[in-house]
């Protein structure tokens, strides 16, 4: 029943589609988004009227796990970022591949960026290279690896670091697992800010999901679930789009 009115919810233009989406319990604040000196360029297109933005990334981006396409966080991006900025066309490219690495991600990210053309790329990392066990400096390779390709094509960033799991994750490859992924958040956003790219902290604002079913994470004990989606959707985007304005 709740997803269909969320179906429904989406079918209706004159409600705003992103606020019917998020959950109450959602704590929508702009407090995990530092912009680092960055986003000029999104800001002049927001300011043209036009933005377009790629998000590349693993499962989270791709949105498994959301009960219906349309509830994973990219269209649910988009669709809070035209709440919040009207009058400004907004373009969301889903590029989100699931079980991809930093590795994966910096492989192809010059292909993705001259098909898209985007001003704004959010770059979703570090989940899968913790679950995988990868060294920190193979991941810090491969993340400064897409910098230069990034720098090169001229556009803003936006990284987004590593989701927090649930603390009583059953599954022994996802159990005990979050220190780790919050050293990987640290250092996300210290590299963000060392070259001068916007950072948002997934990892901390899921701290204040536990009024969220299943604190915004599936039976999985991985993926998000729907109220996990539009929260995170909703929070990225009253983030951004303040920073934009």
Not at 7 to 31: I, R
Not at 217 to 230: K, M, T
Request: aromatic share 4%; hydrophobic share 50%; glycine share 12%.
């Amino acid at each position: 029943m709740k997803a269909a009115a969320l179906a429904l919810a989406l079918l209706l233009p004159a409600l705003p589609v992103a606020a019917q989406a998020v959950p109450a319990a959602c704590p929508a604040t702009a407090d995990h988004l530092s912009a680092n000196g960055g986003l000029d360029r999104t800001r002049a297109a927001v300011a043209r009227g036009s933005v377009r933005i790629l998000a590349v990334g693993s499962s989270s981006i791709e949105g498994v796990g959301a009960s219906r396409r349309e509830l994973g966080f990219v269209p649910l991006l988009e669709a809070g970022l035209r709440q919040r900025l009207p009058g400004v066309e907004v373009t969301v490219v889903n590029r989100g591949i699931g079980g991809e690495t930093a590795k994966d991600t910096a492989d192809r990210l010059a292909r993705e960026v001259e098909a898209a053309r985007p001003d704004l790329v959010i770059w979703q990392l570090g989940t899968n290279d913790v679950l995988r066990d990868r060294p920190m400096d193979d991941f810090f390779s491969d993340f400064r690896r897409g910098q230069p390709i990034l720098e090169a094509a001229g556009v803003d960033v936006l990284l987004i670091d590593p989701q927090r799991l649930p603390e009583a994750a059953k599954n022994p490859a996802f159990a005990g697992r979050n220190p780790a992924l919050a050293e990987v958040s640290r250092l996300i956003g210290l590299e963000g800010g060392r070259v001068g790219w916007a950072v948002h902290g997934r990892f901390a604002a899921m701290s204040a999901w536990g009024g969220l079913a299943g604190g915004g994470v599936g039976p999985d004990e991985l993926h998000l679930n729907d109220e996990g989606y539009a929260c995170w959707a909703a929070v990225t985007a009253h983030a951004l789009a303040a920073a934009l304005r």
